[in-house]
């Protein structure tokens, strides 16, 4: 089973934990990515896969929103992680509801993430408790 996932896009979850046997170590170095808008979201994944090719096997899966939302809901309300990706890009107004049900289906990213590079409202909706278990990917416009 699976750790944990990340909200939001963020090839981080490379940088936790080390397998001990040759299996778990192959596991680990297959990332799956659930996005939604081709012309965005999917687009920036692919960018960022392109970036990990050589050290990680990336997937992106593109889905629709409600997909994903349905996906994450009926797994995780039924306690199992199993067929979840890695990381999978959330908007915001979702993500307190899925932190507060299920703190424990998320990777904590604390330890890696440097907050003074985000935005304190977009880090905001990524904690939960005051642990952080997500990046911001999109900030919206700004002028």
Known sequence: MKKG????????????GCANN???????KKLTIWAWDDSFNVHAANKAKEYYE???EVEVV???????????NT???????????NIVLVEDYKIQG?????PEAFA???EIIDESKFSDYKLAVTKNDGVNYGVPFDSGVVS
Do not use: A, C, H, W
Not at 75 to 85: A, I, Q
Not at 98 to 102: A, G, K, N, Q
């Open 54 to 56: 050589g050290d990680y």
């Open 22 to 28: 040759s299996s778990q170590q192959d596991e680990e």
């Open 98 to 102: 899925y932190l507060r049900s299920y």
């Open 5 to 16: 996932f990340i909200f939001i896009l963020s090839l981080l979850l490379i940088l936790t």
């Open 108 to 110: 904590k990213l604390d």
């Open 75 to 85: 797994s995780l309300s039924s306690n199992s992680v199993e067929g979840l990706p």
């Open 62 to 72: 593109s889905m629709s929103q409600d997909d994903i939302v349905q996906k994450l």
